[in-house]
């Protein structure tokens, strides 16, 4: 992986020893990359795979977390979002024609990332859009992780009235030459962490949402705005493919799914009836949650935890060290 410095990583709160760097992956996207390797003895590399709109630095503290617990740690940039290259001319507009780009972006995150630079066993984290494009991935054969988180995983939208219009609707215009405008009514190009915290969907958290707020106001190019047709026309299709009560127990990559009780923005029922049919894995709803779970409430985050080091690395792997517990001294001397 190349490695250069971004001007806009912060050092006051990226945790030491990052290394930035850009791969690239099929139809010319450049893909930014962060990768940090633990010191001394490794658990293992988690992949962390954020969802729609996200970035790298939204991830600082999970990054720090991993860390602690003897991870390897890489987080990218999808394709249209963050730091890397944008599929449609404004930049504001995290535009794709179909989710299997995604999937060529997570190829790339392998090859040129992953193994070059970390650790096996390879895990992931996963969230949203990110949990919904690995959940495809390994429905089909294509997951090479060992096993995997997914946080309120795009199953399908929230509360959405004339599901079947929409998506009928969203097709309508794609075929018409439409695909790279903004969806009517979803904001346009104003990034949603530019809007107050008072009602927003995504954390109860102030000072968490305020982090996030401040990493777009400190570097607006890394924000977009509100999905193009050809971006929901592509998760509506995805969506779809999740409704076959067979999908999901097909999946034969070990999975846990952590849904979030108060999500208004993916459906929480949905998710709950996907994951009953997990091969293997688990399913856990943290009943305060809204819909970005590892940008909650402490008492939140810590249940989050609780799951995720009860299912990662694994029975059968060396068990990490927890965040403030000790190595054991060595047996020599």
Partial sequence: MAISVERFEDPGLCPPGARFGRIRAGEGAVLRVAVWRAEGDCAGTVAVLPGRAEFIEKYYEVVAELLARDFDVAVMDWRG???SSRQAGNPAKGHVGHFSAYRADLEALRAQALEPCLRKPYYALAHSMGGAILLDAAHDGACWFERFVATAPMIDLCRLRYARGLRELAR???LSGLSTAFAPGAGGAKPYLRKPFAGNLLTSDPARYARMAACVAQTPEIAI????IGW????????RRFEDPEFSARIATPALIVAAGEDRVVDTPAIEAFARRLKAGGFVTLPHARHEILMERDAVRSQFWAAFDAFIPGPDAPRPRMEGERKAPSDSG
């Avoid at 705005?225 to 193009?228: I, N, R, V």
């Fill in 81 to 83: 979002q963050g730091g």
């Fill in 232 to 239: 929901v026309d592509a998760a509506f299709q995805l969506m």
């Fill in 225 to 228: 705005g509100a999905p193009t």
């Fill in 172 to 174: 309508s215009l794609c």
